[in-house]
């Protein structure tokens, strides 16, 4: 079982189908009603979301477990590249195979923020049964087309095959968040990929991305989805998509005003709010 590594620098891992280690983390206690497992976003890592674990754990009893996926923070895998978008969802698979064999008497809720939550519904592609409920916020899961353009998707398919690492976009890190304090944070965070996105990955994702939205009514399972309403990096289009389309009989719909897209960094209460609503979803459901 993985141990807090806030304070330490100790480095827990587990090795992947590919035989390459992914650092993992946790915040918990014995006395869990439940489990939440974090699925991180582009270029990040899991101890980014540390406020997240620790409002989850003093005010909802949830632990939060999580890893840096393949390619990312303290994980192995060349920055933000990916050959097949299918990896990240094997490993995300694995962990939360391994996170219930470690505790098999807790209810396993799984939580996807943005690439995370591309990653987390091919999860549920693959495998329904994945978990007892799932939240999706600010998932990627909607191609927006001023920043995908037709352009950048045929020069992203091309330049996968002769110049995979070749950067064909950025994400604007001024909209990421409100909080001007997050804001600097993410700037120097040294573990955080702070490059643009590369021809490969682009172009896998966007493939996985298309898949997904063909695919998304056969997802059944317990889901929260959240975002906010002016989140420019995913387009919250793709959240209404998925509420109207996925089969599930218990879902849920909030859209946090005025909100970028990382909600559990957003000022004046929006983060805790979100964070609180994420908290009593599980707990209603334990």
């Known amino acids: 079982m993985a141990s807090p590594l806030s304070d330490t620098d100790e480095i827990q891992v587990f090795t992947n189908a590919r035989g390459q280690k992914l650092r993992r983390w946790c915040l918990s206690a014995d006395s869990a009603k439940a489990i939440c497992i974090l699925l991180h976003g582009i270029g990040d890592h899991i101890l ?7 409002a989850l754990l003093e005010k909802h009893n949830i632990s939060l477990h999580g890893y840096d996926q393949v390619g990312h923070g303290k994980s192995e895998g060349v920055r933000v590249d990916i050959h097949d978008f299918q990896h990240y969802v094997d490993d995300a698979i694995q962990f939360v195979d391994i996170i219930k064999s470690e505790y098999p008497d807790m209810p396993v809720f799984v939580m996807g923020h943005s690439m995370g939550g591309l990653v987390l519904g091919q999860a549920l592609l693959s495998k329904p049964d ?10 990627a899961v909607h191609a927006n087309p001023q920043v995908v353009t037709p352009f950048k998707v045929t020069m992203a398919k091309l330049l996968s095959r002769v110049f995979p690492s070749f950067p064909v976009g950025g994400i604007g890190e001024d909209l990421l968040t409100r909080n001007k304090d997050e804001l600097q944070r993410l700037k ?13 990955w682009g172009h896998n994702t966007l493939k996985a991305l298309v898949d997904f939205n063909e695919r998304m009514s056969e997802i059944t399972i317990p889901i929260f989805i959240a975002h906010g309403d002016d989140d420019q990096i995913c387009h919250i289009d793709g959240s209404t998509k998925l509420e109207k389309t996925v089969s599930s009989k218990d879902k849920t719909f909030k859209v946090y ?27 209603s459901r334990v």
């Open 48 to 54: 980014a979301y540390e406020d997240v674990a620790k």
């Open 257 to 283: 005003e005025k909100c970028y897209h990382r909600l559990h960094t957003e000022p004046d209460g929006c983060s805790e709010k979100f964070i609180n609503d994420v908290g009593e979803w599980i707990s």
């Open 130 to 139: 994945l978990c007892s409920g799932v939240i999706m916020y600010a998932a």
């Open 188 to 200: 120097t965070d040294t573990l955080r990929y702070q490059g643009r996105m590369k021809a490969r």
